[in-house]
């Protein structure tokens, strides 16, 4: 029976209402859409940064991670940021040219967002130093410290050392004359002068007949008591007290200077500070570094005075004595011990009174000592000794004070002292449980500048990470007390460091805040390394991303902040076995090096063209990019090679190809326009990579390249996978397709 209803419905109105009568019925409704993957792409970069674990692939959380874990761009050193960045110039493949930023990993991942990311850190170091702890007090900070002449501090150096007293003397400027006359006329003048003030000109009265007038008028010229009556005498004094202080006598009209018994001359000061009432750290580190042998005086990064005990060797210590030089923040009975030791300095020993006294060191038992009357200070410390069977108790202080130290060095020990009231009086001892300094929270910092006395500077590069559960270097425990071994590069990170021999890094450049450290190289460092063995650590690096049970086997898409013939070999092989053995289904994104020709990019044969590298899992990227870099521009020209006034510099495109990548749906063409390419300015600026036509974009599809494209002002890559006409361009073969949706499961970028 034929239908003789047609309805349409703009909703789906149920079963009850289409089947109840014969009829055509229509649903106007929107058809639903593919079902579409979202960004899951986990890209993972390997490179060179300023801090982290070396060849251990590891997830950056975040903006804060990459910061704390990895760090930015070089290190920031009073408060300014991008000094000794790593890889500022590397050359690569013999080229004449050097290449900026062709293996730093923060500038090649700069300006680009990731649905996931993962960094493994390319070990480029030379060698090692190590750092041992020193005693150090810590006192106030100040620009300039106001002394006065005479004040002293005194520093034991023990824990058997005795007090030396350091001494700041200042005396003023001074100029007597002889054989004063006196007799001034109406006009007669001389110009005088002091410390740093202009000179400036007396002009007398006939009044000024004898000497009493005379100073008055050249105090009333000098604003303050500049002149004096010695003895009869015309006597003239500084302001100022130290080596820095004057006092002039620069001219004179006619016959002036015979009438007030002066010549012209320039009296200084005497002392060992230039201002008395204006002392430098570098005067005060001068000053006690002369007076007291094996001593450090630094300033720390919030400017305070640090003390340091340089001594090698255990029980490593420092007191402050008697202090008279109070403006500069230490205080008698002061004392710090190098390693976490429990440490007890007893106030000053007076003749022992006949008792019993009870010690105890960390987890050892307690033990007796006998105290005879009238006992000396150096006959306790070694029946203490014997006591203890370990060297415990020495005589500090200039053999005024006993001191006892703990054997564990982990900031969990501690002493134990009990005994007769009248004895611990006596001997200087407080009875009572005393623990250990804990370790406090802080860091010997990646970026730490230590030189050689010639001045060859190297940096650390890994924190050295001071807990309450132990000390870490690039995340391994390392023992208590040091010395801290860490590795370094050499400053200038451009390939032209040369080799130092051992024993010569002996100097940390800028003190750090978490305490005091000796630093030496053990063993020789190496030149810079060459572009071949930067070649094999990126090699050991890329190897180390191949571990299926590490977090590195999710990486699907892969890239190098380093590129040379090697790198791109290595990269695309890896690509290769990680796919093969267990690993999800890995690409690998290529690029040339800056200022390629086209005609290189395109060969089918000789490195770094295409054909020498294109496969099913790799994406080869040709032209490259310009990216702005804050540090850089915040730094500008100051930072040295590799910065720009502006902050704009060139990179890879290939880290831009991994971000889109990374974002877009699997199945989704990556040579589309997207919003995740806003940190491209443009084209890298050499002029090989200008004034491309259409035609060349032809070509570069033709030959397997996924070509980077500015249009309106929008970078996005040319020669993606083309989903309209349902192929795959040979920039995305179909076997790079095959792969890709093998890493995902079940999704295609080609349609």
Not at 150 to 174: C, E, H, N, V
Not at 395 to 415: C, E, M, N, V
Not at 428 to 440: C, D, K, R, S
Not at 650 to 661: E, N, T
Request: glycine fraction near 12%; proline fraction near 5%.
């Amino acid at each position: 029976m034929a239908s003789v209803f047609t309805r349409r419905f703009l909703f789906d109105p149920g079963s009850n209402v289409l089947l109840n009568i014969e009829s055509v019925n229509i649903l106007d409704l929107e058809p639903p859409s593919a079902i579409a993957g979202i960004g899951a792409g986990t890209v993972l970069l390997v490179g060179e940064f300023e801090n982290g674990p070396f060849n251990t692939p590891q997830e950056v959380t975040g903006p804060t991670d990459l910061q704390n874990t990895w760090g930015t761009l070089g290190y920031t050193y009073f408060g300014v940021q991008g000094n000794n960045p790593c890889a500022v110039s590397r050359r690569a493949d013999s080229a004449v040219t050097p290449e900026f930023w062709n293996g730093n990993g923060f500038v090649q991942l700069n300006a680009k967002q990731f649905a996931r990311l993962l960094l493994c850190r390319v070990d480029s170091s030379v060698g090692s130093v190590q750092f041992t702890p020193q005693a150090f007090v810590t006192g106030a900070a100040q620009f300039r410290y106001t002394l006065s002449p005479g004040q002293t501090i005194a520093i034991d150096l023990g824990p058997t050392g005795t007090y030396s007293t350091a001494t700041f003397s200042a005396t003023a400027a001074q100029v007597t004359g002889a054989g004063f006359v006196g007799g001034m006329a109406n006009g007669d003048s001389v110009t005088l002068g002091f410390d740093g003030v202009g000179n400036f000109t007396v002009f007398f009265q006939s009044t000024d007949a004898a000497i009493a007038q005379v100073v008055a008028r050249i105090n009333q010229f000098a604003g303050f008591a500049f002149a004096a009556n010695a003895g009869g005498q015309v006597q003239l004094t500084s302001v100022q007290l130290g080596t820095g202080a004057q006092v002039r006598v620069v001219s004179a009209s006619a016959g002036v200077l015979v009438k007030l018994g002066l010549t012209v001359t320039t009296a200084f000061g005497t002392g060992n500070v230039a201002n008395i009432a204006a002392v430098t750290p570098q005067e005060i580190k001068s000053i006690i570094q002369a007076a007291v042998a094996n001593t450090l005086v630094e300033t720390d990064s919030q400017g305070r005075l640090r003390i340091s005990n340089t001594v090698a060797g255990g029980n490593n210590t420092i007191l402050i004595g008697a202090v008279t030089a109070a403006a500069l923040g230490f205080t008698q009975g002061q004392t710090a011990i190098a390693s976490y030791q429990a440490d007890v300095v007893g106030t000053t020993y007076g003749p022992a009174v006949v008792g019993t006294l009870t010690l105890g060191f960390d987890t050892g038992p307690n033990f007796n000592v006998a105290v005879a009357n009238g006992e000396l200070i150096a006959a306790l410390v070694t029946a203490i000794n014997t006591a203890a069977g370990f060297t415990a108790a020495f005589s500090d202080g200039g053999a005024t004070q006993l001191r006892l130290i703990g054997t564990k060095a982990d900031g969990t020990g501690q002493i134990r002292i009990s005994g007769t009231a009248a004895t611990l009086v006596s001997i200087g001892l407080t009875a009572g449980t005393f623990n250990a300094a804990p370790v406090l929270p802080g860091i010997l910092p990646a970026g730490t500048l230590v030189t050689t006395a010639t001045g060859t500077n190297f940096v650390t590069m890994q924190d050295v990470v001071f807990g309450a559960t132990g000390i870490t270097i690039g995340g391994t425990q390392v023992p208590f007390g040091g010395p801290y071994v860490v590795k370094i590069r050499f400053a200038q990170d451009d390939g032209s460091g040369l080799a130092v021999l051992a024993g010569t890094i002996v100097t940390v450049t800028n003190p750090p805040d978490i305490g005091s450290f000796s630093v030496i190289n053990i063993t020789p460092t190496t030149n810079a390394l060459t572009e071949p063995q930067l070649d094999s650590q990126y090699v050991l690096a890329l190897a180390s991303t191949l571990d299926v049970n590490s977090v590195a086997k999710q990486a699907n898409i892969i890239y190098s902040a380093r590129q040379s013939n090697q790198v791109r070999k290595s990269i695309r092989q890896n690509a290769l076995d990680a796919s093969a053995n267990g690993c999800f289904g890995r690409m690998a994104l290529v690029r040339t090096p800056l200022g390629t020709t086209k005609q290189t990019a395109q060969s089918t044969i000789a490195e770094p063209g295409v054909g020498a590298y294109r496969d099913q899992r790799v994406v080869y990227c040709y032209p490259q990019a310009n990216t702005f870099v804050p540090i850089i521009a915040n730094r500008g020209l100051s930072g040295g090679p590799g910065f720009t006034p502006t902050g704009n510099v060139d990179v890879g495109a290939d880290g831009f190809l991994a971000s889109i990548m990374s974002q877009l749906p699997p199945e989704e063409n990556p040579g589309q326009l997207t919003s995740f390419t806003g940190g491209v300015n443009g084209l890298e600026t050499s002029p090989n990579a200008q004034g491309f036509t259409i035609l060349d974009y032809e070509a570069f599809k033709a030959a397997g390249i996924c070509a980077l494209r500015i249009d309106a002002g929008t970078a996005f890559f040319q020669s993606g996978s083309r989903r309209s006409t349902r192929t795959c361009s040979p920039a995305w073969s179909a076997s790079a397709a095959v792969a890709w949706r093998t890493s995902c499961r079940t999704r295609s970028r080609c349609a």
